[in-house]
Each structure stands twice: as structure tokens, then as C-alpha cells.
């Protein structure tokens, strides 16, 4: 049996940019859908102050407009 707070959020791997805001950090990403951007708040006790403006992948679990960082890889030095 899972924990009831396990059925909400789900570990997920997105690619995207980080970008900061409001002293927070975000992913921004282009989904497949219709291709609109989400963004999503990033948490965790991962270094995002030194991915701002990078490509990444991020895995975490995600709770609608939240990520928990587990993992973060640059994918690329810029997001252009």
C-alpha cells in the first residue's frame, strides 16, 4: 500500500529552462500538447542559481505546478 500523498504527485523527467522569478525557481517547457508552455516550480536542495538560463533535465516528483528535484542534468549552456 502506498502513502495517501504518494498517489498525487509522480516521479517524472522533463527537459527544459531554468529560469528565476520572484526568488524562486522555475522550469520552463514546451509540452508535445498543442505545444504551450508550463511552467513549473522548482524545488529541492539542488544548486538551480547556477543552471539559470541552461537547458536542463530535471527528475523529481511533480505535484501539478511543482517539481521535487532528485536529479538535474545541463543539457545545454543556453536555452536559445
Given at each position: 500500500?502506498?502513502?495517501?500523498?504518494?498517489k498525487?504527485?509522480?516521479?517524472r523527467?522533463?527537459?527544459?529552462c531554468?529560469e528565476?522569478?520572484?526568488n524562486?525557481y522555475?522550469?520552463?517547457?514546451?509540452?508535445a500538447k498543442?505545444?504551450?508552455?508550463?511552467h513549473?516550480?522548482l524545488t529541492?536542495?539542488?544548486?538551480?542559481?547556477?543552471?539559470v538560463?541552461h537547458?536542463v533535465?530535471?527528475?523529481g516528483?511533480v505535484?501539478?505546478?511543482?517539481?521535487?528535484?532528485?536529479?538535474i542534468?545541463t543539457v545545454?549552456?543556453s536555452c536559445?
Amino acid at each position: 500500500m502506498m502513502p495517501t500523498d504518494a498517489k498525487q504527485a509522480k516521479t517524472r523527467t522533463f527537459s527544459g529552462c531554468v529560469e528565476a522569478s520572484h526568488n524562486q525557481y522555475e522550469l520552463s517547457t514546451v509540452t508535445a500538447k498543442k505545444g504551450k508552455s508550463r511552467h513549473y516550480t522548482l524545488t529541492g536542495s539542488q544548486n538551480f542559481a547556477g543552471e539559470v538560463g541552461h537547458r536542463v533535465t530535471v527528475t523529481g516528483l511533480v505535484d501539478k505546478t511543482t517539481i521535487k528535484v532528485t536529479k538535474i542534468e545541463t543539457v545545454a549552456a543556453s536555452c536559445r
